[in-house]
């Protein structure tokens, strides 16, 4: 048997051991954890849906209609007409022909990549490329070539000396970094080398483009362009689950051969209903996109005016990249010691040295909120002062 307590004592040994915090009440910005009062700038409720009282009467008015369980499989007996609605609201809000509702954006990526690609194919992969990602490519049993990040000229030299089927995955926005795929010149050397491209689009859905359509509708780009498109439902749409949007054959085939959609309980219903009550508030509220970004904007010019060095993401993902693995966790505990929650974020999540804060924000911040972060950080300035930064 391999010595288990041995690789954690090795882990806390070089800062790379993991904890959880306990939170108490509703995802927002005013957290109890472990029991005292927070102010969180950790969670990926970018728009601040995630306890909107909307959604939660949607949620409510829903359960007695649907019950409260999947009960089984789609292809069984659970494919409810809330999960087939959500479905076609979904198509009709990427603007794509069909859509189909997996149960986490983890399941989505890995049943995605393993039924479009097969042994003797070739999956191209972002070098950042979500984990997800990476453990559907494995799964596949395809090639794995992984190309440096956003490099779309090597990548298009390895299209050009690889023949058979290929495939090209890539984040929309990179989850870790904040920056964003370039949609634009990836579709056209996919186009070009006839190799079928993939975007998860986790963090780019309700928060980029017009009516928060995600990245690639923010390119300008349509399903010709990249024909599958993953969401996920968890983050600035604030309830659960994901998508996988594109042309109706393509769905079809997933629901023949995506295993992580076939072989696991539907969504319990009330969940879909919330849902399309969700996306209705992302279509039509642009106020909360537009607080989100003067959030944005306002902390890049004070953190980098204070000295910190940010990622160049324009999204509501915003690394303070710190290098060591001790002095971002050193940092995230000073912060803590004000009030404050932002997680420190080390290897393998990010390459070694490149261990960071996480900073993410959300429309239910307040500028008050801001400020408090910004006075906190100005104060913890000094912890890096002896510290190489990564980049
Ligand atoms: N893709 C990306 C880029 C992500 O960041 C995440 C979650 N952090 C996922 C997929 C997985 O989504 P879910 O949380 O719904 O499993």
New binding site residues.
Partial sequence: MRNFAEEIEQRKQTGLYRTRRLVSGPQQPELTVNGKPMLSFCSNDYLGLANHPGNLDALRNALPETGLGGAASHLICGHHTAHHQLEERLAAFTRRSSALFFS???MA?MGVISALAARGDTIFSDRLN?A?IIDGCILSRATIRRYPHNDVAALETMLANTSGHKLVVT?GVF?MDGDMAPLKELARVCKHYDALLVV?D??GIGVLGPEGRGSIAECGLSEDDVPVLIG?L?KAVGTSG?FVAGPEVLMDYLVQKARTYIYTTAMPPAIAIATCASIDLIERDNARRDHLGSLISEFRVRATAMGYTLMDSRTPIQPIMVGDNWAAMALSQALEEQGLLVTAIRPPTVPVGEARLRVTFSATHSFEDLERLLAALNSCRHLLDNTDLAV
Avoid: R
Wanted: hydrophobic share 15%; aromatic share 8%.
């Fill in positions: 986490t954006g983890y990526n979500h997800s984040d989850s998860d986790a963090h996920t968890g994901a």
